[in-house]
């Protein structure tokens, strides 16, 4: 969970999720790339702030000036200055008590384990809520998020907040030479159709558009997954993310992360906007998506070939972890396969699966008995 702001999603103005130099036209403020989301021209001349400058530099200026790009701000412009003012370092720090709650919280709704000593990440992620809320301080936040029948908004905003959504195309690169390798071509001849493969905790989209990428490329092959009979579902618990991944647009910034020139060149599209681009129709329509918490049941999603599930589970516990393991092999077809991501394997957790090595890299196969 300690990855640094600039590290986080497509790297640039993290802790509100959008990219600086953009505004949004709904309700939700801190959209990144959207059907809403805008090149702010009208907007007043103000500072420009840098990925490299941004880690660390929490000030409150800085922090009002990237809120007022959206949301609160820019809904309710007469209310945030007044607020910024009040905005004082310890409205800005969660107390030991109230962290103690939140963390119980947090673990209990999504899973994620923040431990005994992320009071950072938690100051750092939340505070830049409190103007697009209007809530003087972050335990006052953190209070009315676990109230979500009365505060669903906030709610879900500081849920959002706490997850990490680092994400880029053709992440690791062997899960995807596995897919076009081996899994899809061992699909393809057992004759299984529709193909049907999710992308668990997708984040903003790159995992199962990249995964879509794949099946329209190995269409060239003699013995293919029909990419017409085949249904992409992405998943994740924010709907933030949620609402990127189905605008399908991607600035430079995460263009350049894991892409070639030919892919880009091949399934995106330019917009009137020179730094965004669009996710072409095409891998587009081959996605569907739908908010899903990890920790609730899979079983309206039906049956799937192929689990995508990687980088999330590395937030929970062991005990988390073996709860989805095990519904996800319910959630599998006979010969289903599961890709985790590389820093995370099975072991201890679970034995309905068998490790399948690709070289490089690994998948892990259904057991026939499970
Ligand atoms: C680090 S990203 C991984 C994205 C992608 N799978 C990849 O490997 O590039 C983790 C994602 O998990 C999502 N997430 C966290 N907790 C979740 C939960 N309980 N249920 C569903 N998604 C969750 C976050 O919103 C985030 O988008």
């Known amino acids: 969970m300690a990855t640094p702001p600039s590290n986080r999603n497509t790297g640039i103005n993290a802790n509100l999720k959008q990219p600086l130099g953009f505004t949004r036209t709904t309700n939700r403020g801190t ?3 959207s059907s809403v989301l805008r090149r702010d021209t ?68 999504s899973g994620i384990v ?21 809530v003087p301080s972050v335990d006052e936040l953190i209070t009315k998020a676990m109230d ?28 995807y030479l596995a897919l076009r390798n081996m899994i899809l071509p061992d699909i393809a001849r057992r004759g299984k159709v529709p193909c049907r493969i999710w992308s668990a ?18 269409a060239t092959q003699m013995v293919h997954v029909d ?22 647009l991607y600035d430079n910034h995460a263009l350049a992360r894991g892409l070639s020139a030919e892919r880009k ?27 899903m918490n990890l920790l609730g049941s899979y079983s309206l999603l039906g049956r799937f070939d192929v689990i995508f599930c990687r980088n999330v589970l590395i937030y929970f ?5 073996s709860q989805i393991l095990d519904k996800f092999a319910l959630s599998l077809n006979p010969g289903g396969y599961l890709i985790l991501g590389s820093s995370e394997s099975l072991s201890g957790l679970t034995d309905k699966y068998e490790m399948v090595r690709c070289n490089p890299g690994l998948a892990y196969r259904l057991k026939s008995y499970a």
Not at 81 to 99: E, G, H, K, N, W
Not at 152 to 168: F, G, P, R, Y
Not at 268 to 283: A, G, S, W, Y
């Open 31 to 33: 959209g990144a790339v």
């Open 42 to 109: 009208t907007a007043p001349k103000r500072a420009t702030f840098t990925p490299s400058q941004y880690p660390g530099a929490n000030s409150l200026s800085m922090q009002a000036q990237k809120a007022g790009y959206s949301g609160v701000a820019a809904r309710n412009p007469q209310v945030v200055p007044a607020q910024a003012s009040q905005l004082t370092v310890q409205s800005r720090t969660v107390s030991d008590m109230q962290y103690r709650r939140f963390a119980a919280y947090i673990e209990e709704k």
């Open 114 to 134: 923040l431990g005994e000593s992320k009071h950072y990440l938690v100051n750092s992620r939340l505070s830049s809520l409190l103007l697009r809320f209007g």
């Open 148 to 175: 979500p029948t009365r505060y669903k908004e906030i709610s879900d905003a500081v849920i959002d907040a706490m997850t990490t959504n680092e994400t880029l195309w053709f992440r690791d690169t062997y899960p």
């Open 201 to 218: 905790a997708c984040s903003s989209g790159q995992e199962p558009y990249s995964i879509a990428m794949v099946v329209q490329e190995q």
């Open 227 to 248: 990419p017409a009979q085949t249904q992409i579902i992405g998943t994740d618990i924010s709907p933030e993310m949620l609402e990127r991944c189905r605008a399908g």
């Open 265 to 291: 060149a091949k399934f995106f599209r330019p917009t009137e906007d020179p730094n965004l681009m669009r996710i072409d129709d095409k891998i587009k329509s081959m996605v569907t998506f739908k908010q």
């Open 317 to 321: 516990n062991n005990e988390v972890k």
